[in-house]
């Protein structure tokens, strides 16, 4: 059946360092990609999705690029900020949407 | 502004009394669902439904009732809570499934003692 797989957390990095959070999926078809975002106390907010192969998602400074032939959808950004200490979901839609478990970041000042 | 409104927010009840958490969009969304969130297992899909009048079960079902009467509401409703679901629960509507993501609303933290 169709699955996410995202690394686990916490990942904890220093104010200005460069982000990589890891996602691959399994499903049959072509679904579409998508990262949510949780901070503390909040829901889940959309961050970026893509709909089909090789599309770029980018949004607040987050890129993830659709990558058909590794099955991934890795979360990046060059330079993180305090303000990003949440929990990142990636997440697949088809007949549905089915999220991984979650990845909670801390950034340090 | 669009928003899904869940209430209450926060909820501390007993074993065996019935509650309702409610569930508004004002987006005009077909698709609505419950999930709950709990630590180290992620978001789990209670009910979904795709329309008025069309609702069904997702991956954790048990112990919960949903009904659709309206597109704008989805209350989620626990006929006799038990401890077991103590949980962070979160609704969420979408124009069409999957290829759109969802709207989530702020969820809600109940406690059952």
């Known amino acids: 059946g169709n699955s996410v797989t995202q690394m686990e957390g916490p990942v904890t990095l220093s104010e200005e360092a460069f982000l990589t959070i890891n996602c691959t999926y399994t499903?049959?078809?072509?679904?579409?990609l998508f990262w949510y975002v949780q901070y503390p106390g909040e829901g889940l907010q959309l961050l970026l999705k893509?709909?089909?192969?090789?599309d770029k998602g980018s949004n607040k400074g987050f890129e993830a690029t659709y990558r058909k032939e590794t099955t991934s959808f890795h979360l990046e950004k060059g330079s993180v900020q305090v303000s990003d200490s949440a929990v990142y979901f990636c997440a697949l839609g088809y007949d549905k949407i089915i999220f991984g478990k979650g990845t909670r970041l801390h950034i340090l000042p | 502004e669009a928003q899904v409104t869940q209430n209450p927010r926060y909820l501390i009840t007993v074993t065996g009394k019935k509650l309702t958490v409610t569930c508004s969009q004002n987006m005009n969304h077909e698709y609505m669902s419950w999930y709950r969130q709990d630590p180290g297992l992620g978001l789990r899909q209670i009910y979904y439904?795709?329309?008025?009048?069309?609702?069904d079960k997702g991956d954790v079902p048990e112990g919960y009732k949903v009904s659709r009467k309206e597109k704008r509401n989805f209350p989620l409703i626990l006929e006799s809570p038990s401890p077991n679901q103590t949980s962070l629960y979160f609704c969420?509507?979408?124009?069409?499934?999957?290829?759109?993501?969802?709207?989530f609303g702020s969820g809600t933290r109940l406690t059952v003692v």
């Open positions: 439904s795709m329309n008025v009048e069309v609702t």
């Open positions: 499903a049959t078809g072509y679904p579409s």
């Open positions: 969420a509507s979408s124009p069409q499934d999957s290829e759109y993501g969802y709207t």
């Open positions: 893509a709909t089909k192969a090789d």
